[in-house]
């Protein structure tokens, strides 16, 4: 019974090493590995300057996978049919976990009742608490580690990065 079960465990992880990662979902690592660096040392303590910093970080990591793509002759498949609704509820997850996390963390706010709310008025209330919250320099990296997983998920959904190598070979002419 075990053997068959472990078998069945192997089967479904043999693509699941770190030669079949692709190089989005590496540099994903190098973007998270950076946040966590700069939420541990706190190098830099200013909440918009580590902001900055994320954003020179995401446009270079970007480029690197864009030159990638362009050497690899790869070629977007499309969005296909759960694209764009897994897209549009990703984004709602990591919206939705960045309010709790801001409402938890920050002691100046309190989580409003959720059964008599207008969730148009929370939304945007929400989006303050989220502001304010990350704008704490020791919680910035945190909330930008959070993004840039949002980002890296919401960029997998619509198909433009992929977490195997051999999906992304499979996109590319010379495949």
């Known amino acids: 019974m075990f053997d068959s079960i472990r078998k069945k465990i192997?089967?479904?992880?043999?693509?699941n090493n770190p030669k079949n990662m692709s190089l989005d979902f590496k540099l994903m690592f190098v973007y998270h590995i950076a946040m966590m660096i700069l939420f541990g040392t706190r190098i830099i303590d200013n909440a918009a300057a580590?902001?900055?910093f994320a954003l020179a970080l995401f446009v270079v990591l970007i480029l690197i996978s864009a030159v990638h793509?362009?050497?690899a002759?790869?070629?977007w498949p499309g969005i296909g049919l759960l694209g764009l609704p897994s897209a549009i509820l990703g984004v709602a997850f990591v919206y939705a976990f960045l309010a709790f996390a801001a409402y938890t963390i920050?002691?100046?706010?309190s989580f409003p009742?959720?059964?008599n709310i207008n969730y148009i008025d929370f939304i945007e209330e929400s989006w303050s608490v989220i502001i304010a919250t990350a704008s704490v320099p020791a919680i910035?990296?945190?909330y930008l580690a959070g993004i840039g997983i949002g980002i890296f998920n919401l960029l997998s959904s619509l198909k433009i990065a992929t977490t195997k190598k051999s999906e992304f070979v499979a996109q590319c002419k010379n495949s």
Do not use: S, V, Y
Not at 106 to 109: G, K, L, S, T, V
């Open 140 to 142: 910035t990296p945190w």
């Open 73 to 75: 002759q790869w070629q």
């Open 50 to 52: 580590q902001a900055l």
């Open 69 to 71: 793509k362009f050497r």
């Open 106 to 109: 920050n002691p100046d706010f």
């Open 10 to 15: 192997e089967e479904q992880n043999k693509d």
């Open 113 to 115: 009742d959720l059964q």
